[in-house]
Antibody, heavy 120, light 106 residues
Framework: QVQLVESGGGLVKPGGSLRLSCAAS????????MSWIRQAPGKGLEWISY????????YYVDSVKGRSTISRDIAKNSLYLQLNSLRAEDTAVYYC?????????????WGQGTLVTVSS | EIVMTQSPATLSVSPGERAILSCRAS??????LAWYQQKPGQAPRLLIY???TRATGIPARFSGSGSGTEFTLTISSLQSEDFAVYYC????????FGQGTKLEIK
């Protein structure tokens, strides 16, 4: 069955960096648009980045643009998000989610999330 | 950026009654709209996509309608497990989520 498992979260100081991972199973990650979505404590959902199925299209929202890099390893069937210059407002649960195969679509599968806490 | 606005922020309904949740887009998103349910400590779960199509395994008491800028999620007879936060999301132009509607027991 389809499964997404995130890891890599933790406590980091302001200005620090983290690399989040999302291991996919039950499907081929590179067949789908894959996204990272975050949720600050007690707040709503914020989509922050996607990589297209072809890998040629990548997009970031303004709040993380220039500080984040989304990537994937086809051999490992895994998705990554490198977060740099972290700020307190980046504190959130980060989810990876599966989108459509050829275009933007709904997110039909989500991981359980990994918590990133930015604090001194 | 397309802004999604959900109403009400909180909805109090008794079990067995019907709940109607609304979502408005700042510009047309055609039928490129999804609804998600999120319970505390859990990831969101897809309920409805393409505005009105139920996702796999979603009970028939959940239904979605609308197109363009106005959308509705209806839960016909609330069960105890339906009390949660609900989000709409557009995927017509990038992705944006509404701020959520908390459905609570009356």
């Amino acid at each position: 069955q389809v499964q997404l498992v995130e890891s890599g979260g933790g406590l980091v100081k302001p200005g620090g960096s983290l690399r989040l991972s999302c291991a996919a199973s039950g499907f081929t990650l590179s067949d789908h648009y894959m996204s990272w979505i975050r949720q600050a404590p007690g707040k709503g959902l914020e989509w922050i980045s996607y990589i297209s199925s072809s890998g040629t299209n990548i997009y970031y929202v303004d709040s993380v643009k220039g500080r984040s890099t989304i990537s994937r390893d086809i051999a490992k069937n895994s998705l990554y998000l490198q977060l740099n210059s972290l700020r307190a407002e980046d504190t959130a649960v980060y989810y990876c989610a599966r989108g459509g195969t050829t275009q933007l679509k709904d997110f039909d599968y989500w991981g359980q999330g990994t918590l990133v806490t930015v604090s001194s | 950026e397309i802004v999604m606005t959900q109403s009400p922020a909180t909805l109090s309904v008794s079990p067995g009654e019907r709940a109607i949740l609304s979502c408005r887009a700042s510009q047309s998103v055609s039928s490129n709209l999804a609804w998600y349910q999120q319970k505390p400590g859990q990831a969101p779960r897809l309920l409805i996509y393409d505005a009105s199509t139920r996702a796999t395994g979603i009970p028939a008491r959940f239904s979605g309608s609308g197109s363009g800028t106005e959308f509705t999620l209806t839960i016909s007879s609330l069960q105890s497990e339906d009390f949660a936060v609900y989000y709409c999301q557009q995927y017509n132009y990038w992705y944006t989520f509404g701020q959520g509607t908390k459905l609570e027991i009356k």
